[in-house]
């Protein structure tokens, strides 16, 4: 009996696992799908308005606000699983409407057309942030320490890394099949078409999963009025939203604009060339990750934070003097800072603002406030997909850096103020960040909440 309960737990957590790891790949793929994909569509296929160049990035990361704070809520109200297959179904449509609706001979409704269903995929990548990270800390084994499921959530969250990779990869077997006009069509929409693919796989693996005893003991009847209820949790949620806001602005801010960035350093260059150079410079990233999730249980979260931005605004700092120095300076230096970068981009904050919201709040509340940090985090992506462009116009990529080398300052002061203090080896409970549950909460009865569940 003990054996045969062994197992369950054991291949329940693999599924867990499998779910979170998929998840957060579907995640990244479909953000960063557009960044290989439109210069693509530009080289000879469509001429992108100038509209599109502020709105056609940005919309996603609105679409995820969105799809963060509702499905969030619908995580806390109606359940994982449940609420998973829902964002899941989104993710799909806006993925095939990238590839499938844009047609035309018009620029403009092309683009308007991708826009639109950009929005919608963003709803459905959005609601996949904290369901991802609950179902992975929940995943977990009852006993299991707030260290041990910290690390549980990174390495599912490390599966982000793989997927803002992926695109490039596939540009570069696409590209391969030539660049008339009848292979354009199909690279580009194939590029964004295959992002359907994960969120399809994640969907037949949560049909099949049920949500955790953890969840369904701990379940209320309205986890909105018992967020409101109790004030703690959000003097912890300005600082998982407020670091998460002020570090997607730098990440998204950066790597959105990749093939920008290294078009500056290298000058011209076809988009093979384009795709390798910005595949090796996100390869970079996964040592950087890696290392943030190793360190999470000897470390903690706090640490990751507060030394990451600190490594980050270091590292803005030298590419900007390298700029201000000589524009037209050596590629080499240039690059090479652009590699370490991205590697500092993806330790730290990268890794704790995931996890943080997911081992900060009680089950009850989980989703809901990593939605509402999560959004925090696109508010942030939004506002560097946004902002790049006109002050890289303005003042060029220099003034680019510098703006980043302050808000990465900026995000360490928050974390002193509002992130509290992690002790890995104290073996601290999950939800420890906010205070102890009170009485009083109107908890589902047995009878209830069995009916719910079921």
Request: a positive charge; charged letters at 15%.
């Amino acid at each position: 009996g003990r054996f045969k309960m062994a197992e369950g737990k054991t291949a329940r957590k693999k599924k867990s696992d499998f779910i979170s790891a998929m998840g957060n790949f579907s995640i990244q793929y479909n953000l960063s799908s557009i960044s290989a994909a439109l210069p693509i569509m530009t080289d000879s296929l469509f001429t992108e308005p100038d509209w599109a160049t502020y709105t056609l990035k940005g919309l996603v990361f609105a679409g995820s606000v969105f799809g963060m704070c509702v499905m969030g809520y619908l995580g806390d109200l109606i359940g994982r699983r449940k609420a998973m297959l829902t964002t899941l179904f989104f993710t799909v449509l806006g993925s095939l409407g990238c590839a499938l609706f844009p047609w035309g001979y018009d620029d403009n409704v092309v683009f308007a057309v991708m826009s639109a269903c950009r929005f919608i995929l963003g709803v459905g990548v959005g609601g996949i942030y904290p369901l991802s990270a609950a179902t992975a800390s929940e995943g977990s084994s009852a006993d299991a320490s707030h260290a041990e499921v910290a690390k549980d959530v990174g390495w599912a969250f490390f599966w982000q890394t793989p997927g803002a990779m992926a695109p490039y990869a596939v540009a570069l077997i696409l590209l391969q099949f030539g660049t008339s006009t009848l292979a354009t069509q199909l690279n580009f929409r194939i590029l964004m078409g295959i992002g359907a693919l994960p969120a399809a796989i994640v969907f037949l693996s949560a049909l099949t999963y049920s949500d955790s005893e953890e969840f369904k003991s701990g379940r209320v009847r309205s986890p909105l009025h018992d967020a409101l209820e109790h004030r703690q949790y959000w003097r912890t949620l300005i600082g998982t939203a407020g670091t998460w806001f002020i570090y997607d602005i730098a990440y998204y801010g950066t790597n959105i604009f990749t093939p920008e960035i290294i078009e500056n350093i290298f000058g011209k260059e076809n988009n093979t060339e384009m795709c390798w150079h910005s595949l090796v410079a996100q390869a970079i990233g996964i040592p950087g990750c890696i290392s943030a999730i190793l360190a999470l249980k000897p470390k903690g979260g706090y640490w990751l934070m507060y030394w990451g931005f600190l490594l980050n605004a270091l590292l803005f700092g030298l590419f900007a003097m390298v700029y201000n120095i000589d524009r037209s300076g050596s590629t080499a230096i240039k690059f090479t800072l652009y590699c370490l970068l991205t590697f500092a981009l993806n330790f730290g904050p990268n890794v704790a603002t995931y996890v943080l919201p997911a081992v900060s709040f009680p089950v009850q509340v989980r989703t809901i406030f990593h939605g509402l940090s999560a959004a925090g985090a696109k508010l942030g992506a939004v506002t560097g997909s946004y902002i790049f462009q006109p002050i890289s116009d303005a003042w060029g990529i220099a003034g680019v850096m510098w703006l980043q080398f302050g808000l990465s300052i900026l995000g360490a002061i928050v974390t002193v103020l509002f992130i509290k203090k992690d002790h890995p080896a104290k073996d601290t409970p999950l939800g420890s960040a906010t205070e102890p549950l009170l009485k009083g909460k109107q908890r589902l009865t047995d009878t209830e909440r069995r009916a719910i569940n079921a």
